[in-house]
């Protein structure tokens, strides 16, 4: 009951703009009835209900052409089990205030995600079905597949359940501008990468070079577009690359304010204010445009770039070491499929995350959305993108080899996770304004923040 309540409170304070993910971006479908009985029980279970089409609902943030995209993937699905279903889109500065309010009435749908660390939320709360005996019964779905306490980490019941299935995760690399470096001379990120001296020290200098080349140019810009300063997103990389962390491994204790904590946040500062070296908060440039030297991002957005006619050359390297070297393991959030525990057709839903979530599935949708499958991770489908993407080798050192070579870790999430990263947000920003020196900003972000972590 705790729990519940607490979603509640957490719900109560989030901004409701409903109107803008009305249920027009929706898809069906409406395969024949009976189905096909030759589908694979790995690909599609044929235990399906009788008579009528049962009608499945799905909620995901995108457009209308990512739904119809997953229609057509789940059409053998809904053959094999008498079923149709209904996709609902919204977008995702709207989606947590609808899915929160529907959860509330009791008119979710069957299926939907969920990520940024606000799994915690849901699934404490009670409303993420438990998922292990329908992934567990069919072998070929291959729970060892996933990369190592992947589906484990969603077990905040600690009843050892399954409680979603990642369908993304936010492993990112550092993409670079080749052609600004060749017009500014500066020793590259490729040739800091190839001689072993490729720290975010090394990283924000040759940013400050390409600005003191051009100061029309943006040396470094961490945040992903549209971020532009989110504390936990954009900077919980660099704080494991210097040992620490914001949270400890359960979220129970405050760590910032450690010495690798302190340091790092101060190295971001002093890039932003004193060596002219990293974008301003605020800043939203693309590298896209051709003004930012070096990005970091996920691996989806190379197809922006490789799909958007951009007028300069392009590669990706691994992110760079900070003291603690190779022990400093890479950030990542995840996405998760999730079936309605409260749902009119749990086991059903159930099933179609097994069959979405199979390797096969992933791999078919690995351009989109970089999955934790360690098959789908090294299959030429995924490394091998084509024209106008990175190589295959620097794809592979990028997102591959990195993981392998440092792990990763994400956070565990509480109730009031999403009061927790606006409140860091906050007192990262007045650190930046000058409002707080680095070491006493932390201090008071800690003191702010007591009454979010896990108890």
């Not at 990293?278 to 003004?291: C, M, Q, R, V, Y």
Request: proline share 4%; aromatic share 12%.
């Amino acid at each position: 009951m705790k729990k519940t309540i607490s979603l509640f409170l957490v719900l109560a304070m989030l901004l409701a703009a409903l109107s803008a993910c009305g249920d027009g971006g929706s898809a069906t479908s409406n395969p024949p009835a009976g189905g096909n009985t030759d589908t694979p029980a790995s690909s599609a279970p044929t235990d399906s209900p009788s008579g009528d089409p049962v009608e499945l609902t799905i909620s995901i943030w995108g457009d209308e052409a990512r739904a119809a995209a997953f229609t057509e993937s789940l059409a053998d699905f809904c053959a094999a089990n008498n079923c149709t279903v209904t996709i609902n889109t919204c977008a995702v500065a709207d989606y947590y205030d609808k899915l929160s309010t529907q959860l509330g009435a009791g008119t979710a749908s069957d299926v939907f995600w969920v990520a940024d660390s606000k799994e915690g939320t849901y699934i404490s709360g009670g409303w993420c079905a438990n998922l292990r005996d329908v992934l567990e019964a069919d072998a070929a779905w291959d729970i060892g597949d996933f990369y190592e306490n992947v589906l484990e980490r969603t077990d905040y019941i600690g009843d050892g359940g399954i409680y979603g299935v990642p369908f993304s995760f936010g492993v990112r690399a550092i993409f670079w501008n080749k052609t600004l470096f060749e017009a500014a001379g500066v020793k590259t990120p490729a040739e800091c990468v190839a001689d072993g001296t490729w720290t975010y020290e090394t990283m924000f200098d040759l940013g400050s070079q390409i600005n003191a080349y051009d100061s029309a140019k943006i040396g470094v810009r961490l945040w992903p577009v549209g971020n532009i300063g989110n504390a936990i997103n954009d900077f919980a990389d660099i704080w494991r690359a210097y040992g620490t962390d914001i949270v400890n491994s359960n979220s129970t204790e405050f760590t910032l304010d450690s010495e690798g904590g302190i340091k790092s946040t101060q190295l971001v500062y002093d890039a932003m204010f004193k060596q002219n070296a990293h974008a301003k908060p605020g800043d939203d440039t693309a590298f896209l445009s051709g003004n930012v030297a070096m990005a970091r991002d996920v691996f989806s957005y190379m197809r922006n770039i490789a799909e958007g006619s951009v007028d300069f050359e392009w590669d990706i390297v691994p992110q760079p070491y900070g003291d603690a070297g190779k022990d400093g393991p890479l950030y990542t959030g995840y996405a998760y499929w999730c079936a309605n525990a409260n749902g009119d057709h749990v086991e059903l839903a159930s099933k179609l995350i097994r069959y979405i979530t199979s390797s096969e599935k992933q791999l078919e949708w690995c351009g989109t959305f970089l999955t934790p499958r360690a098959s789908v991770m090294t299959s030429d489908t995924l490394l091998n993108r084509g024209e106008g993407y990175p190589s295959p080798e620097s794809i592979k050192a990028a997102f591959v080899d990195s993981v392998d070579e440092r792990g990763l870790t994400g956070y565990t999430a509480t109730a009031d996770w999403t009061l927790f990263q606006t409140t860091a947000e906050q007192y990262h920003e007045l650190i930046w304004a000058g409002s707080y020196s680095v070491e006493d900003g932390i201090a008071a972000l800690k003191e702010a923040s007591q009454q979010y972590l896990n108890r």
